[in-house]
């Protein structure tokens, strides 16, 4: 008869890396879309004339923690539609800018969506950001000096964000302004934000419409050109940071185990 130590911790540690995955999933999910359309300009007296073409740009930017940035930039001009879209893994993006008429009118939509999806093992963040803009400028005829002009769109959307446990946040928003010389007339704001293990979702459809006093002449009194600008974006992110490697805990437990267990496991085997 005799003795042999088997090395039952060593064992058991093999047996666990050899049936255990090494990694569990993590997910990250953010996306939104945001549109425009059923511009009005209306003021009290007289009428509104667009000295031109509209101008069109749009923009989508999708970047990543594995290094893939893509961008793409579309400018464009009445009667048209112009769209970028930007594609890498975990993100897209697309923008479209449409003027369709020939004279110009102020029959103009916009687009951005953009999503951000990150799914499976490993930690990783990724990025996205999509624009639509539109700009001309107008003059006021027939209504006096200065005139109430009121501006009017329709603007609708929908922002999702969704974590696992491992999903350390999602985060989307979109934001629409309708600007004249520069200054805000119209804006809408949304934003959702997560951490861990949470979900959110967000739609909506508004009509937005507000008044502004205009100036119909310069100081030499000739007609006065004001700008106008509209523009939609989103701009959704997120980040995930797996658990520890299960084979990892595995070994920390068992190592702890071993250490505090000193006598060693004896097993009597036949000669």
């Known amino acids: 008869m005799m003795l042999k130590r088997l090395p039952v911790i060593a064992v058991l540690v093999v047996t666990c890396l050899l049936g255990a995955p090494l990694q569990a999933s993590a997910m990250a999910i953010a996306n939104s879309t945001l549109d425009f359309k059923n511009l009005s300009v209306t003021p009290a007296s007289g009428e509104i004339l667009l000295d031109g073409s509209w101008f069109l740009e749009t923009f989508a930017h999708a970047d990543n923690s594995l290094?893939?940035?893509?961008?793409?930039?579309?400018?464009?001009?009445?009667?048209?539609?112009?769209?970028?879209?930007?594609?890498?893994t975990w993100a897209s993006a697309t923008g479209t800018a449409s003027a369709p008429?020939?004279?110009?009118?102020?029959?103009v939509t916009g687009l951005a969506e953009s999503d951000v999806n990150l799914p499976g093992s490993g930690a990783a963040a990724a990025f996205g950001k999509s624009r639509s803009t539109l700009?001309?400028?107008?003059?006021?005829?027939?209504?006096?000096?200065s005139v109430d002009v009121q501006f009017a769109i329709d603007i609708s959307g929908l922002l999702n964000v969704m974590?696992?446990?491992?999903g350390l946040f999602a985060q989307t928003e979109t934001v629409f302004t309708l600007e004249v010389d520069g200054t805000p007339i119209l804006f809408h704001n949304d934003l959702l934000s997560i951490g861990p293990s949470d979900s959110d979702t967000?739609?909506?459809?508004?009509?937005?419409?507000?008044?502004?006093?205009?100036?119909?002449?310069?100081?030499?009194?000739?007609?006065?050109s004001h700008s106008l600008l509209l523009e939609a974006e989103t701009d959704p992110r997120g980040m995930v940071v797996p658990e520890p490697p299960v084979g990892l805990l595995l070994i920390t437990g068992l190592a702890a185990l071993a250490a505090a267990r000193r006598r060693p496991v004896l097993v009597r085997l036949e000669a």
């Open 67 to 88: 290094g893939q940035i893509d961008e793409h930039f579309t400018p464009g001009s009445s009667p048209d539609t112009v769209s970028a879209s930007a594609a890498v």
């Open 101 to 107: 008429n020939d004279p110009p009118d102020l029959v």
């Open 135 to 145: 700009f001309n400028t107008f003059t006021l005829s027939g209504g006096g000096s």
């Open 163 to 166: 974590t696992d446990a491992f």
């Open 202 to 224: 967000r739609s909506f459809s508004t009509h937005l419409s507000n008044t502004v006093t205009l100036a119909a002449f310069d100081l030499d009194g000739l007609p006065l």
